[in-house]
């Protein structure tokens, strides 16, 4: 069930209603309605893999009580293992396997001479939406009750709304339970301004999604799916819109998230802190996916040793995390190298320490222009459907200009929505706050016209969100 759908626009009321219905002192059965209400929106995309969801939430439920009731540290760390193995293992097959044995299968007959050696079955399975998502949080989980950061968590179907929790569930944020688990245990009582809140927040996210993102995306759609009709000059269009794309595409996501949850009574954490206004990739990896980013730190870096050792197991600590992080993202050679790209330029910044230096007026200006061409850069591998046509368009922007194609009626809308998200992410990033209005009303009047805009400007066709396919 996508949130811009109709459904879920009659689902998401529908359940605020049912759930605030329930008395107060039935905790146990408000948490129960809202597992019920995730399984149902999970089960809208494929109601047969809502068995994995299930499968893994049981597995990492087991260890983790196994890992807490163990004393022997051995038997902690098998535990553990089994955990991730079996979690780790289905993502695995879901979204790798394929491309594993097809690269077995290439390898193994350019070695030995074409058709000679028999390929490697693939499967062809269908990659359950949100799957990366759901078994990073459950194996954060694991990992946390292994280190003693949290108690592993006894009713089943409190950790099972952990995992499934239906407004973070297919696109994050990946929290953690130490933040999120203790908030089912809390009573929720319905609150007017945090009704408005949360309201804003969604319509911020359905304009940045319908408006900014479709928009964007049909015109990057047009050059990516024709580009030998196309000349330089579309092509570095396409390239300076994308990025917007998939910010507007995924923080619109978060922001909805976010927003409903905040509706009920949760707080998730903030995913996005304007990524584009950085002025390193560094910063840039602190406020973009902060979820991941932080995910990646704290359960793959910091393991790895982070930067106790030196500078050159930092260095190579910075590039195996950000080549995990391509991995996360898709099973293909243009994530690879587009976390490998992130890796390197993160490694450069470290060398000539970049991060301590910090930047103010012009020279900050320049940074974050620079940044924003570097992670275009590498947003090129991002979208590309293979690394020859990564090149090709990369390319082509110096050797063959020309004037863009362009539609009138899409590039006025885009510029609008642009202006728009500059003029509300700078509010932001210089902490300009007053206020001339009530709040309330404020929120009443932000949420009406986002809407109207939305309305009047957005691509209303329920396009699927980019992060569904990891």
Not at 368 to 379: D, E, G, H, K, Q
Request: hydrophobic fraction near 50%; aromatic fraction near 18%.
């Amino acid at each position: 069930m996508l949130f811009n759908s109709l459904q879920f626009l009659a689902f998401f009321p529908t359940i605020c209603l049912v759930y605030f219905c329930i008395p107060q002192a039935w905790l146990r059965l408000r948490n129960l309605f809202l597992l019920a209400a995730s399984y149902v929106f999970y089960m809208g995309w494929q109601p047969a893999y809502a068995l994995w969801l299930l499968g893994g939430t049981l597995v990492t439920y087991l260890s983790a009580l196994a890992i807490e009731s163990s004393h022997r540290p051995r038997l902690r760390l098998t535990a553990l293992c089994v955990g991730i193995l079996l979690n780790g293992g289905a993502l695995f097959l879901f979204k790798y396997y394929d491309f594993v044995a097809g690269m077995l299968t290439t390898a193994l007959q350019s070695c030995t001479g074409a058709d000679v050696f028999p390929s490697f079955p693939t499967l062809g399975w269908l990659l359950p939406v949100g799957i990366s998502f759901y078994t990073f949080q459950a194996l954060g989980y694991c990992v946390d009750v292994y280190r003693g950061r949290t108690r592993a968590e006894r009713d089943f179907f409190t950790y099972a709304l952990f995992v499934a929790f239906f407004p973070q569930l297919v696109a994050g944020p990946i929290e953690r339970s130490t933040h999120l688990l203790p908030q089912f245990r809390r009573v929720h009582r319905f609150d007017a301004d945090r009704l408005l809140t949360g309201l804003r927040l969604m319509a911020w996210g359905y304009f940045l999604k319908l408006v900014l993102a479709d928009r964007c995306g049909v015109y990057v759609d047009i050059i990516w799916n024709n580009m030998d009709y196309h000349n330089g000059g579309s092509y570095l269009l396409a390239g300076l819109l994308f990025p917007f794309q998939v910010y507007g595409d995924f923080a619109g996501y978060s922001f909805i998230a976010v927003g409903a949850a905040r509706v009920m009574g949760f707080r998730l954490m903030q995913n996005f802190r304007r990524p584009y206004f950085s002025s390193s990739v560094g910063e840039f990896w602190h406020r973009w996916h902060c979820s991941l980013s932080t995910w990646l730190r704290d359960y793959v870096y910091i393991p790895l040793g982070g930067s106790r050792h030196g500078q050159r197991r930092t260095l190579r600590n910075l590039l195996l995390t950000f080549v995990l992080s391509g991995l996360w993202h898709g099973a293909g050679w243009t994530f690879i190298l587009w976390g490998c790209l992130h890796g390197v330029l993160l490694c450069g910044e470290r060398v000539m320490g970049v991060r301590g230096r910090p930047a103010a007026g012009p020279v900050r200006a320049g940074r974050v222009m620079l940044t924003f061409v570097l992670v275009s850069v590498a947003w090129v591998l991002f979208r590309a459907p293979s690394l020859s046509d990564a090149f090709s368009l990369l390319y082509g922007i110096f050797a063959h200009p020309g004037i863009p194609y362009h539609e009138l009626g899409t590039f006025i809308a885009i510029a609008l929505a642009l202006v728009l998200l500059f003029c509300q992410e700078l509010q932001r990033e210089t902490g300009y706050r007053r206020q001339y209005l009530p709040r309330w009303l404020s929120s009443c009047l932000s949420v009406s016209f986002l809407s109207a805009y939305t309305l009047l400007c957005g691509v209303l066709s329920s396009n699927q969100f980019i992060y569904f396919q990891f």
